[in-house]
């Protein structure tokens, strides 16, 4: 899946922006965490899209599921559409 193909799922979905908070929170945690590879967060939003991977996968690796807003089962049912 490329990196407009996923663009245009999360959009589809409507989870675009809940998609991006949360891989931003995660990028800014993981900058405090591992300071020698930190990253900004759209260098790392653009590294996301940019992985050659399916939908799910793409999501599992952008951020935790359990430290968002909309919970665990939110993202895991978004993962499966």
């Known amino acids: 899946m490329n990196k407009n ?3 245009a799922k999360l959009e589809k979905l ?3 922006n809940q998609w991006k908070y949360n891989t931003e929170r995660a990028n800014e945690t ?3 965490e591992c300071s020698d590879f930190s ?3 759209e260098e ?4 996301l899209l940019d992985v050659d991977c399916c939908f799910q996968r793409f999501l599992v690796i952008s951020f ?6 909309e919970g665990v089962a939110f993202w895991e049912n978004i993962a499966k559409k």
Do not use: A, E, L
């Open 5 to 7: 193909d996923k663009i």
């Open 14 to 16: 409507g989870v675009y």
């Open 30 to 32: 993981f900058n405090i």
């Open 39 to 41: 990253m900004t967060n």
């Open 44 to 47: 790392r939003i653009q590294n």
């Open 64 to 69: 935790p599921f359990n430290n968002t807003p």
